[in-house]
């Protein structure tokens, strides 16, 4: 498979008046072809802003990319004047946004929203494109699609909408879907349908797909390979299997222990990250988990590590007490 999307030491800043947050901070990354990629982490690491560079949506003019490229089959997106964005959003590359009630138009039909992308990027006259719409519609399991068209996203449950979003990102086939925590504001039942549907459509359609999430239950599943976050960065990569069995960073190691097992005996209590995130715009120098780290030394607050390789399976990790780090051994000293 060759490589789709190539994103090189990305920066995307945000002028406050508190400083400069570094929401994405010299990130790369890459998708290939058919490929199920996920970027994993808490709240406020640069996932979503990471999404969003790539679409250039980033809110101006406080958000600015100030520095990186994003190769899509060859051409860097940054370059393009907004004309020729304008033609790769949706029709080459689509986001799922992670909340439906606010991405659909309250005042526009579904059939008038979903038809509106297949006019303007494949140029179906408008009967065309409602006929497609319906199609889509109910390839994504919604009954009774033609008169559904003419109903309201208001209408619909959260599970429907999030369904239509699936439909709309799908419609002009494009290469790349970014998925922005498609599932979140769903109960659990639905989130399984809507994933399982992803996933289908995905490996149905040929088409690669970036999911951002902090639900590792949901990368294990889906992903092929993982990225982690921390802090506007990547801190630690490799495939979904290499990063489950073998965590090579205390972060991502955090995250696993954090999350209740079926395959292991009941514990008291899980067993938490300590402490609160960065603020990005007041980095601490070295690495940005050093304060929350139990693994930490003292080179961990001066120097801040680069990704290394760990063995030659692809799996990288950005630490430098890394072959301290497993889950069968618990850390040695104690976060000061």
């Known amino acids: 498979m060759g490589t789709l999307l190539d994103v090189i030491d990305l920066q995307t800043h945000f002028a406050t008046r508190g400083g400069v947050v570094r929401a994405v901070d010299g990130v790369s990354w890459d998708v290939a072809e058919g490929e199920t990629v996920a970027l994993v982490g808490e709240s406020g690491c640069g996932k979503s802003v990471s999404a969003l560079s790539i679409m250039r949506l980033v809110a101006a003019p406080a958000g600015r990319i100030v520095g990186g490229r994003v190769l899509f089959k060859g051409r860097d997106l940054l370059s393009l004047d907004e004309d020729a964005m304008r033609r790769v959003r949706g029709r080459e590359i689509a986001m799922i946004f992670q909340e439906p009630m606010t991405s659909l138009n309250p005042v526009l039909s579904i059939g008038r929203q979903m038809t509106e992308g297949l006019e303007t990027h494949l140029s179906m006259t408008p009967t065309a494109a409602r006929a497609r719409a319906a199609e889509l519609l109910s390839m994504v399991g919604i009954p009774d699609p033609a008169r559904r068209l003419g109903q309201y996203p208001h209408q619909f449950s959260g599970g429907m909408r999030q369904r239509m979003m699936i439909a709309m990102a799908l419609a002009c086939e494009p290469s790349l879907v970014l998925a922005d925590e498609p599932?979140?504001?769903?109960?659990?039942?639905?989130?399984?349908?809507?994933?399982?549907?992803?996933?289908?459509?995905?490996?149905?359609l040929g088409v690669a797909m970036l999911m951002i999430t902090h639900n590792l239950g949901v990368v294990a599943r889906y992903a092929d390979r993982v990225n982690v976050m921390y802090a506007g960065k990547i801190i630690e990569r490799g495939t979904a299997r290499e990063i489950y069995a073998n965590p090579r960073h205390p972060y991502t190691l955090g995250l696993l222990r954090s999350v209740p097992r079926l395959d292991e005996p009941r514990r008291a209590r899980l067993d938490p990250i300590e402490g609160q995130p960065p603020d990005l715009s007041?980095?601490?120098?070295?690495?940005?988990?050093?304060?929350?780290c139990a693994?930490?030394?003292?080179?961990?607050?001066?120097?801040?590590?680069?990704?290394?390789?760990?063995?030659?399976?692809?799996?990288?990790?950005?630490?430098?007490?890394?072959?301290?780090?497993?889950?069968a051994r618990e850390p040695v000293g104690e976060a000061r």
Do not use: N, Y
């Open 295 to 327: 693994f930490r030394v003292e080179r961990c607050v001066v120097e801040t590590p680069p990704l290394r390789p760990i063995g030659g399976t692809g799996h990288v990790t950005a630490c430098w007490e890394a072959e301290r780090v497993t889950r």
């Open 282 to 292: 007041r980095l601490p120098g070295g690495c940005a988990f050093a304060p929350r």
């Open 183 to 204: 599932t979140t504001a769903l109960d659990v039942t639905i989130q399984a349908q809507i994933l399982e549907l992803m996933k289908s459509l995905s490996r149905r």
